[in-house]
Nanobody
Framework: VQLVESGGGLVQAGGSFRLSCAVS????????MGWFRQAPGKEREYVAA????????YYSDSVKGRFTISRDNAKNTVYLQMNNLKPEDTAVYLC???????????????????WGQGTQVTVSS
């Protein structure tokens, strides 16, 4: 399974980005998907996740109400819409995938098997 992120860049505080993660190599709808971020000197943070059907989502407290995760199973792509960005959102954003469980539960942060290379998001103050 291959994951390729796109959509990052530089934006001023208060701005928006939409990140995309295109998945290939297997049946996309069989996978739960997640977004993580890694800032210099900080631990990797589990930002958002979505079940295979899109019916369940997860958000970290730091992004809840500002970020929205979604997926288009026809396009084999997961998105992260990021609004009202803050300087502390600056990080490399990575998408990740894992075969969905029978229950459709959101995976834990350690439960992902496939990773993209990441895309940089920089928010200036």
């Amino acid at each position: 399974v291959q994951l390729v992120e796109s959509g990052g860049g530089l934006v001023q505080a208060g701005g928006s980005f939409r990140l995309s993660c295109a998945v290939s190599g297997d049946t996309f709808s069989s996978y739960a998907m997640g977004w993580f971020r890694q800032a210099p000197g900080k631990e990797r943070e589990y930002v958002a996740a979505i079940s295979w059907s899109g019916g369940r989502t997860y958000y970290s407290d730091s992004v809840k109400g500002r970020f929205t995760i979604s997926r288009d199973n026809a396009k084999n792509t997961v998105y992260l819409q990021m609004n009202n960005l803050k300087p502390e959102d600056t990080a490399v954003y990575l998408c990740a995938a894992v075969l969905a469980s029978r229950t459709g539960a959101i995976p834990t942060s350690r439960g992902y098997d496939y990773w993209g290379q990441g895309t940089q998001v920089t928010v200036s103050s």
